[in-house]
């Protein structure tokens, strides 16, 4: 079975511009949660999205937004890149919201220069 | 606020064991889970104790104690492959179960 997969693997961007990140959740998997880990700490939740719906957000700025398609894939765009925003950016899945575990994919990795 | 404490580094030899602690300030989670992430890839997921007590899967044990506020994770017969950052980390209630990670540990196991 795919775990979950995200696009693309790695991203150069600079100041001002806007990107887009994608993710697939594990087959039969409705919720879909965004982290932002930056080098040498633990990731910081940014969203979940369950039945595509927001269900949870994080302490980021209007800058950031989501959506969750009827999929259940899901994409994470950030507008106004700033270099601060250079993190590795994680989406995990789960069968369902609360207690259930999260499985994460590979990551997107964003450079803004 | 809520938060997970962890130390940054722990160093062992192989086939040693050895025990990462997390102490969290946090109100009311579903549980505690471990994750583990080799050089900035995927965090996989190891373990998670939803009750106090001991879980056990494979060379891995993780523990919690509710009433100190304390967990850890346990490695046994430790090999050169679980050099890794170690993760703790919470799914709070009411907040559809979001995960509050602690810093990390970072394993080092030398031969």
């Known amino acids: 079975d795919a775990g979950v997969t995200q696009s693309p693997t790695h991203l150069i961007k600079t100041r001002g511009q806007h990107v887009t990140l994608r993710c697939s959740p594990i087959?039969?998997?409705?919720?879909v949660s965004w982290y932002q880990q930056v080098l040498g700490q633990g990731p910081q939740f940014i969203f979940q999205?369950?039945?595509?719906?927001?269900?949870g957000r994080g302490n980021f700025p209007d800058r950031f937004s989501a959506r969750q398609f009827p999929n259940y894939s899901s994409e994470l765009n950030v507008n106004a890149l700033l270099l601060g925003d250079s993190a590795l950016y994680l989406c995990?899945?789960?069968?369902?919201?609360?207690?259930?575990?999260?499985?994460f994919g590979p990551g997107t990795r964003l450079l803004v220069l | 606020g809520q938060s997970l404490e962890q130390p940054s580094e722990v160093t062992a030899v192989e086939g040693a064991i050895v025990q990462i602690n997390c102490t969290y300030q946090t109100s009311g989670f579903y549980g505690l889970s471990w994750y583990q992430q080799h050089d900035g890839g995927a965090p996989t997921f190891l373990s998670y104790?939803?009750?106090?007590g001991l879980e056990e899967t494979g060379r891995f044990s993780s523990f919690l104690s509710r009433s100190d506020s304390y967990g850890y994770l346990l490695l046994q017969e430790l090999q050169m492959k679980d050099s890794a950052s170690y993760f703790c980390?919470?799914?709070?209630?009411?907040?559809?179960?979001?995960?509050?990670f602690g810093q990390g540990t970072e394993l080092s196991v030398k031969p």
């Open positions: 999205y369950y039945e595509k719906e927001e269900r």
């Open positions: 104790n939803a009750l106090d």
């Open positions: 980390a919470v799914n709070l209630y009411n907040q559809g179960g979001k995960l509050i």
């Open positions: 995990a899945s789960s069968s369902a919201i609360g207690q259930e575990t999260q499985y």
């Open positions: 087959s039969g998997h409705k919720s």
